[in-house]
């Protein structure tokens, strides 16, 4: 059991540990001390993690846990988007009694994030998710005297309860099936037996179970509600940091079961479901965030692309990992701006913001852009990876669905961004800002957009050709 295998984990445990702890000594004035304590906390995890980077490819803790390249990257992304997430939340919560207590509980739901993204056991698997999905249902329902965060957090609560039922009766019929939870021990076993009717059960139940965590059908209910009720901070976490360890997660394990079980067919089935009736849902929105939620619905669809041709081309993982990038990058900035403007949600509130602050509006134009898909920003670099991984893969249907939902997005991304140049803004109330934290969240994650969409050959570069053990 070597620790030092997973002391960037250990990092943001014990940061989680030291800012709760924090919390309790000091007068709630100064509870952005917590704040910054934890950020300190993910930039050594971050930079203990990429030290991981230059070593060998291996399985530690009796195979439980894997350090690859992929593994590392998207802990990389996780603590840097937990990161961006927590600079919302100073400003936003400094009259909250629990305002310290906050950054123990996204640490502690950024370490759940980490534990999926490197699980090699099903076991494992299971706690990450579980410490991922009981932080969140916190995070969701955090303004427990506004009655639409408590809705949000009781509907994340209620759906996660069920989608995480059925992870565990899936991986429960997964260990009697195959006689263990190791992924190696199960690779071999299935290698040594034909599937069976429940295994291809069982497999389905974990596919649906994994997908609650990413927000796909048909356990995406919860994000639309927790993006429009939860905290604007929470939930610019909830809608990006969870999903990249699901992503990887989801390929890792599927990757273990050959073409024959036809779970490639079913999670290309699911991207296509997810990602048109997220943007169709999304058509109808009023509230930004609510939009943005549904947003987020249809990015998992995309993101499933990359994962139901993983194994099949080399570029299949590079390109999930970059499209996750992308969206991390465009999602938080869109959420960072609505946290700066003091959580202005309404459509309607958004009229003639170009003349009153261009840089926020510059910065929203940037993200809503991203997540269409327009050149030269992340989006842009991410969606194009995914066309051509799907195309090569054989699987058109994919490619052509993924170009038809960025045509629908295009519609509802510009009800938002029309009123903002062309109408005038409604009287003559000033729009006020956060502060400078939210403020830094804002220029961070619009500088990442920016940033992954021209390097994108670059960041492609720095990922290589990584493959997911065992």
């Known amino acids: 059991m070597p620790i030092g295998d997973i002391v960037p984990e250990v990092a943001v445990l014990l940061a989680a540990v030291a800012a709760l702890l924090l919390a309790c000594f000091v007068p709630q004035r100064r509870h952005a001390w917590c704040g910054l304590l934890a950020l300190l906390g993910l930039l050594v995890a971050g930079g203990l993690c990429?030290?991981?980077?230059?070593?060998?490819?291996?399985?530690?803790?009796?195979?439980?846990?894997?350090?690859?390249?992929?593994?590392?990257?998207?802990?990389?992304?996780?603590?840097?988007?937990?990161?961006?997430?927590?600079?919302?939340?100073?400003?936003?919560?400094?009259?909250?009694?629990?305002?310290?207590?906050?950054?123990?509980?996204?640490?502690?739901?950024?370490?759940?994030?980490?534990?999926?993204?490197?699980?090699?056991?099903?076991?494992?698997?299971?706690?990450?998710?579980?410490?991922?999905?009981?932080?969140?249902?916190?995070?969701?329902?955090?303004?427990?005297?506004?009655?639409?965060?408590?809705?949000?957090?009781?509907?994340?609560?209620l759906l996660g309860a069920f989608a995480n039922s059925l992870l565990m009766v899936g991986i429960a019929l997964l260990y009697g099936l195959l006689g263990s939870s190791n992924y190696a021990a199960m690779a071999a076993a299935l290698a040594a037996s034909p599937a069976s009717p429940l295994l291809l059960l069982a497999l389905a139940l974990v596919i649906v179970g994994i997908g609650f965590k990413l927000g796909a059908v048909p356990a995406h209910a919860w994000l639309p509600d927790v993006a429009q009720g939860a905290p604007a901070p929470a939930a610019a976490f909830l809608t990006v940091v969870p999903k990249i360890g699901a992503a990887i997660a989801l390929a890792r394990l599927l990757l273990l079961f050959d073409d024959a079980s036809g779970w490639r067919t079913l999670v290309a089935a699911m991207a296509v479901a997810t990602m048109t009736l997220g943007n169709l849902a999304a058509l109808w929105q009023t509230d930004l965030r609510r939009l943005l939620g549904w947003s987020s619905v249809s990015q998992a669809g995309y993101a499933l692309m990359a994962v139901a041709v993983v194994g099949l081309i080399a570029q299949a993982l590079p390109a999930l990992l970059l499209f996750l990038a992308g969206y991390a990058a465009a999602n938080l900035a869109a959420f960072a701006v609505v946290t700066q403007l003091r959580g202005r949600t309404a459509l309607h509130d958004y009229r003639g913001l170009a003349t009153q602050r261009p840089w926020v509006t510059a910065v929203l134009t940037l993200a809503l852009l991203s997540l269409t898909g327009i050149p030269p920003l992340a989006g842009f670099a991410g969606k194009l990876m995914l066309f051509v991984t799907t195309l090569d893969a054989g699987f058109v249907v994919l490619a052509v669905a993924l170009l038809v939902n960025t045509v629908i997005s295009l519609f509802y991304y510009l009800r938002v961004l029309a009123p903002m140049f062309f109408e005038p803004a409604p009287g003559n109330t000033a729009v006020e800002l956060l502060g400078r934290s939210a403020g830094m969240a804002v220029f961070v994650a619009a500088v990442a957009t920016v940033g992954v969409g021209l390097g994108a050959g670059a960041v492609l570069a720095a990922f290589g050709a990584p493959r997911l053990l065992p």
């Open 50 to 157: 990429a030290l991981q980077l230059s070593q060998p490819p291996r399985l530690s803790f009796s195979g439980s846990w894997a350090i690859d390249a992929a593994s590392i990257w998207a802990r990389l992304l996780i603590i840097a988007a937990a990161a961006v997430a927590l600079l919302c939340a100073p400003e936003w919560l400094h009259s909250d009694r629990r305002h310290g207590e906050y950054y123990a509980v996204l640490l502690l739901s950024t370490l759940g994030a980490m534990m999926m993204a490197g699980a090699a056991d099903t076991l494992q698997l299971v706690m990450g998710m579980l410490l991922a999905s009981i932080t969140g249902y916190v995070m969701a329902a955090y303004h427990r005297d506004w009655a639409v965060s408590v809705e949000a957090g009781m509907k994340y609560f």
